[in-house]
T-cell receptor, first 116, second 114 residues
Framework: DGGITQSPKYLFRKEGQNVTLSCEQNLNHDAMYWYRQDPGQGLRLIYYSQIVNDFQKGDIAEGYSVSREKKESFPLTVTSAQKNPTAFYLC???????????????FGEGSWLTVV | AQSVTQPDIHITVSEGASLELRCNYSYGATPYLFWYVQSPGQGLQLLLKYFSGDTLVQGIKGFEAEFKRSQSSFNLRKPSVHWSDAAEYFCAVGFSGGYNKLIFGAGTRLAVHP
């Protein structure tokens, strides 16, 4: 079945460590996104990529990094510079945006990151 | 600046009762509007969306929403709630900013009493 796969589902990070969250999609979507979700808040955009080998910062990119070497994959690295990384992370994808019709963003099942 | 407001943080309804979840947005042009549902610890599932045309849109699981331009609202409704509808609901507004940018509301958590 087509969809977005995130792994791992649960991840624990020690202080000072970098960790990488995986996101793979087989929907043939051009655009991919990473969102962060904190309790009681909506989703906030970390990074997005509209095409392979290109990506842009979202609203809360500090302390995070991404790569887009393949259309299917958009891994997120949470670096030690991220001071409060404990959160639920959601990967998403969509087809190319069209002004006349827009399009829909589809989400993966999410990854929980906890700092220990 | 663009924003999305979901005024109700928590709502509790009885099973079989009707439901309306409110969503208001702030944006200068006609936005693209979405409602997503999230079960605990899961990703977001699209319920319905509005891009253009008929302002009353039908979605999955018996949900519908109505876009009211004059009120800058996109409220979600269901005539009869089922216990399985208990979840968190997010309204989102999309803008034609050259990419698929979504602004999310803070969410409304729905509890359903038997």
């Amino acid at each position: 079945d087509g969809g977005i796969t995130q792994s791992p589902k649960y991840l624990f990070r020690k202080e000072g460590q970098n960790v990488t969250l995986s996101c793979e999609q087989n929907l043939n979507h051009d655009a991919m996104y990473w969102y962060r979700q904190d309790p009681g808040q909506g989703l906030r955009l970390i990074y997005y990529s509209q095409i392979v080998n290109d990506f842009q910062k979202g609203d809360i990119a500090e302390g995070y990094s991404v790569s887009r070497e393949k259309k299917e994959s958009f891994p997120l690295t949470v670096t030690s510079a991220q001071k409060n990384p404990t959160a639920f992370y959601l990967c998403a994808s969509s087809s190319t945006f069209r002004r006349t019709s827009g399009n829909t963003i589809y989400f993966g099942e999410g990854s929980w990151l906890t700092v220990v | 600046a663009q924003s999305v407001t979901q005024p109700d943080i928590h709502i509790t309804v009885s099973e079989g009762a009707s439901l309306e979840l409110r969503c208001n947005y702030s944006y200068g042009a006609t936005p693209y509007l979405f409602w997503y549902v999230q079960s605990p610890g899961q990703g977001l599932q699209l319920l319905l969306k509005y891009f253009s045309g008929d302002t009353l849109v039908q979605g999955i699981k018996g949900f519908e929403a109505e876009f009211k331009r004059s009120q800058s609202s996109f409220n979600l409704r269901k005539p009869s709630v089922h216990w399985s509808d208990a979840a968190e609901y997010f309204c989102a507004v999309g803008f034609s900013g050259g990419y698929n940018k979504l602004i999310f509301g803070a969410g409304t958590r729905l509890a359903v009493h038997p």
